[in-house]
């Protein structure tokens, strides 16, 4: 699912899926972001959509230290 949606609320449950060679995109997260730990986690979170519509999901987002939240996706709503 691909939305332009903004988190309102707090991410709970959150895990770690996969860390740096175990993740399949590492060279397009390096070339575009830059080499750091990377980590691909997921988590639960409240969403707002463009239309104004709110929703609790799931959300995938890629993490490295001192880079922050890339690329952040909703994969499924709850």
């Known amino acids: 699912m691909s ?3 903004e988190i309102i609320g707090d991410i709970s ?18 070339k575009a972001h830059g080499p750091g730990r990377w980590r691909k986690l997921k988590g639960v979170t409240t969403v707002r959509f463009e239309d104004g519509g709110i929703a609790k999901g799931e ?20």
């Not at 449950?13 to 390096?30: Q, Y």
């Not at 959300?59 to 709850?78: C, D």
């Open 3 to 5: 939305f332009n949606f």
């Open 13 to 30: 449950d959150i895990e770690i899926i996969a860390i740096g060679s175990s993740i399949r995109e590492i060279e397009r997260l390096i």
């Open 59 to 78: 959300i995938h987002w890629y993490e490295a230290h001192g880079i922050g939240k890339m690329e952040v996706k909703i994969k499924r709503l709850l």
